[in-house]
């Protein structure tokens, strides 16, 4: 059997193609302007690497906050059911999945077959999302990609209490008026978005195993923060940021009859 | 006697105009109680300065990376021009975001406290709903007839709304940030308020909307809008009751205002004519500091 899985992020758009429970290609396009372009251009991409045409695809499920502009998928599940399926996929332990993303982080309670039992969304705040990051390397002149490695290397944990994009921009600038060093600033960019996160999820109750998905969940300084704060390991699974178009291919699957 | 600082308009949108005024009419004696209050903010330092419970003179400047540096110099700004010294006031109270950094003061108090009874003092006794919108949080307070806090409502941490906010916004649409009110009003008929109040996301939907075609100040009163519906939103929460007052640096943004009036249904008691009077809703803060540093001194002297 053969489905496919679209996640229709606010910055990228991530496709997975499943094949009895394998993935066999993946695909991934920023959205830009024209999300359902990005959308085909990303399928065409996952097939290509699964040698896969689009008629051996049996159904197509669309997830993510522009899920309706996925023009050719016959079904869409939620972002929370999606992630549900599958961070329980990936880890038959996990009852709690994370996701952070550019924009949007969710906590998502599940049972052992991955199905939502409560949820918990930080959405029209960048301080809990990736953006918080983006902003942040910014002020420092850095790449993103270099903050996470960085703040590992920080001996102490020097606060910044922002719980604002715009006003962490501020208090970065304040600690490098301090001299305070590079790691040091970026592991407080991390611990102040991984308090943010945390508080998030504890609203919803801790149950472990907790699995992070989503594109920050790469991101090694965030993951370290977040690790202290709810005191326990995460899992993490391959491709993170592939995991909410895998779990809508899994609900596809669920969907051919 | 109004003095100002020159401001670089056409490269720092964001960057206001720093005031100082001493009361043309008024002169103090050795025998007075002159008080002081300072406010020190997270963007702007105010401090006022009162002879016997009436305003003397203020200054407002903008609040530096140390607070105590802050506090020190709008101080030193509302004494300049009255020939007093720091030795000559009573007492000083300080408050604000920055209050436990005011390092001559006898007594830090909240700045909710404070703006409760600087905005009595300001607009008289019928005063029963303050929302001072600051540069890094907004609050909506209910006061009784004496100034007193009845209960309160803050939205804390986050820029939306804020002064902070105003400037992000300033800075992106080049629009001096003393115009910005105006500027929102510009328009035909009023837009849909942007959808995200996050000022980081909010920053990305305007340049959306701009690249659309939509005219700079179309924007503006999209993003306004969206932010009185935020400040009206937490006015409803602690419950309205007239009369309603803005103070803070966001009560001279005539877009906010007049927007929040709109979705409230209810008209604000007018802003005072501050360059003639003196009393400016953005030093509220301090005014009550000084007040309550009156009452904390006659007190102490067993009066």
Not at chain 1, 135 to 163: F, T, W
Not at chain 2, 122 to 143: C, E, F, H, M, Y
């Given at each position: 059997?053969?489905?496919v ?38 399928c ?56 952070v ?11 052992d ?57 501020s ?67 391959e ?7 895998y ?11 | 006697m ?12 964001w ?49 530096g ?58 607009w ?34 986050c ?10 916004f ?21 837009p ?31 993003y ?23 103070t ?47 009452a ?8």
């Amino acid at each position: 059997m053969i489905t496919v899985g679209i996640d229709m992020g606010t910055q990228t758009v991530k496709v997975v193609v499943v094949k009895d429970g394998h993935v066999v290609g993946r695909g991934k396009v920023f959205s830009g302007f024209e999300p359902s372009k990005s959308a085909e251009t990303a399928c065409t991409e996952a097939l290509k690497i699964a040698k896969l045409s689009s008629a051996e695809v049996e159904h197509i499920t669309a997830t993510g906050s522009g899920m309706e502009m996925a023009l050719t998928s016959d079904s869409t599940v939620s972002m929370m059911g999606a992630d549900a399926k599958a961070g329980v996929s990936f880890f038959p332990s996990a009852r709690t999945i994370i996701d952070v993303g550019a924009e949007e982080a969710r906590a998502v309670k599940c049972d052992d077959r991955g199905i939502m039992v409560d949820f918990v969304v930080n959405e029209r705040c960048a301080a809990g999302a990736g953006a918080f990051i983006e902003a942040m390397a910014r002020a420092l002149e850095m790449k993103m990609e270099e903050m996470g490695p960085l703040a590992l290397k920080a001996e102490r944990a020097s606060p910044i209490n922002a719980s604002c994009v715009i006003f962490g921009e501020s208090d970065v600038v304040t600690l490098i008026h301090r001299q305070e060093s590079k790691p040091e600033i970026a592991r407080a960019v991390f611990d102040a978005m991984a308090d943010r996160v945390s508080s998030m999820i504890f609203r919803l109750g801790l149950t472990p195993d907790v699995v992070l998905i989503g594109g920050v969940a790469k991101d090694v300084g965030f993951v370290a923060s977040l690790k202290r704060k709810l005191g326990l390991e995460i899992l993490i699974p391959e491709h993170p940021e592939f995991a909410g178009a895998y779990g809508a291919a899994l609900v596809a699957a669920g969907r051919v009859k | 006697m109004l003095k100002e600082t020159p401001v670089k308009e056409d490269v720092e949108y964001w960057r206001w105009k720093e005031y100082h005024r001493v009361m043309p009419d008024k002169t103090w004696k050795n025998k007075d109680l002159i008080t002081a209050g300072v406010d020190v903010g997270s963007v702007g330092s105010k401090a006022a300065i009162m002879i016997d419970g009436e305003i003397y003179s203020w200054g407002i400047m903008r609040t530096g990376a140390n607070s105590p540096e802050s506090a020190t110099k709008a101080l030193n700004w509302a004494l300049e021009g009255t020939g007093l010294n720091v030795g000559d006031l009573k007492y000083i109270v300080g408050t604000g975001y920055g209050r436990v950094n005011v390092p001559m003061a006898n007594k830090a108090i909240t700045e909710i406290a404070c703006h409760a009874k600087g905005a009595n003092y300001i607009w008289g006794p019928s005063v029963r709903t303050v929302l001072d919108v600051g540069g890094q949080d907004i609050k909506a307070i209910r006061i009784d007839d004496t100034g007193r806090v009845v209960s309160f409502l803050m939205n804390d941490k986050c820029a939306a709304g804020t002064g902070r906010g105003m400037e992000v916004f300033a800075d992106l649409l080049k629009i001096p940030i003393e115009q910005i009110g105006e500027q929102s009003l510009k328009v035909e008929t009023e837009p849909e308020p942007v959808s995200c109040t996050c000022v980081a996301f909010a920053k990305t939907e305007a340049m959306g909307l701009l690249r659309k075609g939509w005219s700079k100040e179309k924007v503006l009163a999209a993003y306004t809008r969206a932010m009185a519906v935020r400040m009206a939103n937490l006015i409803n929460r602690v419950g309205l009751e007239k009369e309603l007052v803005v103070t803070g640096g966001q009560s001279k943004n005539v877009g906010i205002v007049t927007r929040i009036e709109n979705v409230l249904g209810v008209k604000t008691l007018p802003s005072p004519k501050w360059r003639e009077n003196g009393l400016d809703p953005m030093v509220a803060g301090a005014i009550g500091a000084a007040l309550l540093g009156r009452a904390l001194y006659l007190k102490s002297q067993g009066g």
